[in-house]
């Protein structure tokens, strides 16, 4: 399995930014999806995490109101929105899926994707 984010790079704060996570295989597109991000000199931070039916999505506090998930039309794509950027939300983004969402929220899905660095400029 093969995920890659992408969508990041150098924004403004106050800005908004659409990052999109898309699977090699088709296979897994029964499998709930999650975002994470890195900072520099921290560690790996939950986001939030969409069931793969799309009729639950889950979002850490520290980003609610702010993060949108959504599926994309094609079973194999999400996207994560990020709005009123701060500088603070400077990070490597990361897309990952497992089969079960509960694995999602406490930090271990089965597949991590490759990253995507968001900067964001004050």
């Known amino acids: 399995v093969q995920l890659q984010a992408c969508g990041g790079g150098l924004v403004q704060a106050g800005g908004s930014l659409r990052l999109s996570c898309a699977f090699s295989?088709?296979?897994?597109?029964?499998?709930?999806m999650g975002w994470f991000r890195q900072a520099p000199g921290k560690e790996r931070e939950f986001l939030g995490a969409?069931?793969?039916?799309?009729?639950?999505?889950y979002y850490s506090d520290s980003v609610k109101g702010r993060f949108t998930i959504s599926k994309g039309s094609a079973r194999n794509t999400m996207y994560l929105e990020i709005n009123s950027l701060k500088p603070e939300d400077t990070a490597v983004y990361y897309c990952?899926?497992?089969?079960?969402?509960?694995?999602?929220?406490?930090?271990?899905?089965?597949?991590w994707g490759q990253g995507t660095q968001v900067t964001v400029s004050s």
């Open positions: 295989e088709r296979t897994f597109s029964n499998y709930n």
């Open positions: 990952a899926t497992s089969s079960k969402v509960g694995t999602i929220l406490r930090g271990n899905p089965d597949y």
């Open positions: 969409m069931s793969w039916s799309a009729r639950a999505t």
